[in-house]
C-alpha cells in the first residue's frame, strides 16, 4: 500500500522571506502613515510619504534579502568545496566521521560504518553536505527567490494601507489605518501559519502584537513633531 506524507519544510525558504515581506510591508507603512497623520499632514501627504515608504521598502528587502541569503549561498559552497578536497585527500577519516554520526544517532557501531560506506559510495559529497553540514536541496539557500518573494510581498503588504488612506477621509485616517492594519497582520499570521502547519491563533497574536506596537510608538513621535512644530 502506498503511503504518501506531505511535508511543508520545502516551503520554508519562500514562506520565510514572504511572510517577512508581507509583515514588513504593512508594519512599515501603516505606521508610516499614522505617523505622518498624526504630525497634521494633508492626505496628499500621507499618500505620498506612504507610496515612497512602498518603493524604498520593497528595495530595501528584496536587496537586504539577496545579500544575506547569498552569504548564506557562499558558505555553503565553500563549506561544500572543502568537504570535497577533505574527500579526495583524506577519506578515511571522512567514513570515520560518518561512521561518529551514525553511532550518535543510534546505530551501533558495525551497522553504522555499513551505512557510511554504502552511502559514501552513492554520493560521498551529498552525504556528508546532508548529515555532517546540514545542506539539503530542499533547505538549500536561493538568493533570487528570497529576494523576490520579499519585495513583492512587501509591495502587496504595503498597498493595503495606502488603498485605506485613498478610501477614508483624513480626520479618520488614524484609527481606521491601524484596525485595518491590525487586521491584515492577524489574516497574514493565520494564513502563514496555515502553510506551515503551525498554531493559527498563536502566529495571529504574534504579528498583531508587534504591528500593533509599532504603529503606536511611529505615531507617538509623529505627534510629538507635530506639536513641536
Known amino acids: 500500500m502506498r503511503h504518501i506524507e506531505r511535508h511543508r519544510t520545502h516551503r520554508i525558504g519562500w514562506l520565510r522571506a514572504a511572510v517577512l515581506g508581507a509583515n514588513d510591508g504593512i508594519v512599515s507603512t501603516a505606521s508610516l502613515v499614522l505617523g505622518v497623520a498624526a504630525a497634521g ?48 585527500t583524506d577519506p578515511e577519516h571522512e567514513h570515520a566521521e560518518m561512521t561518529a554520526i551514525y553511532v550518535g544517532r543510534g546505530l551501533d557501531e558495525a551497522l553504522a560504518s555499513q551505512v557510511a560506506t554504502q ?42 494601507p495606502l488603498l ?34 503551525a498554531s493559527v491563533m498563536t502566529a495571529a497574536a504574534r504579528v498583531t502584537f508587534w504591528g500593533a506596537l509599532a504603529m503606536g510608538l511611529t505615531a507617538g513621535v509623529g505627534a510629538l513633531f507635530g506639536v513641536a512644530a
Open 41 to 88: 499632514a494633508s492626505a496628499k501627504n500621507i499618500l505620498i510619504a506612504g507610496v515612497a515608504g512602498l518603493v524604498a521598502g520593497a528595495m530595501s528587502m528584496a536587496a537586504g534579502e539577496y545579500v544575506s541569503v547569498s552569504s548564506q549561498a557562499d558558505t555553503e559552497r565553500a563549506d561544500l568545496e572543502r568537504e570535497r578536497q577533505e574527500l579526495a
Open 119 to 160: 552511502l559514501m559510495a552513492h554520493d560521498a559529497l551529498g552525504a556528508h553536505a546532508r548529515d555532517e553540514l546540514g545542506i539539503s536541496e530542499m533547505l538549500t539557500a536561493r538568493p533570487v527567490q528570497a529576494a523576490l518573494a520579499s519585495a513583492a510581498t512587501f509591495a502587496v503588504g504595503a498597498a493595503l
Open 164 to 197: 485605506v488612506v485613498m478610501l477614508v477621509a483624513t480626520s479618520a485616517l488614524p484609527w481606521v489605518v491601524a484596525g485595518s492594519a491590525l487586521l491584515f497582520l492577524a489574516l497574514l499570521g493565520s494564513l502563514s501559519a496555515r502553510a506551515g502547519g
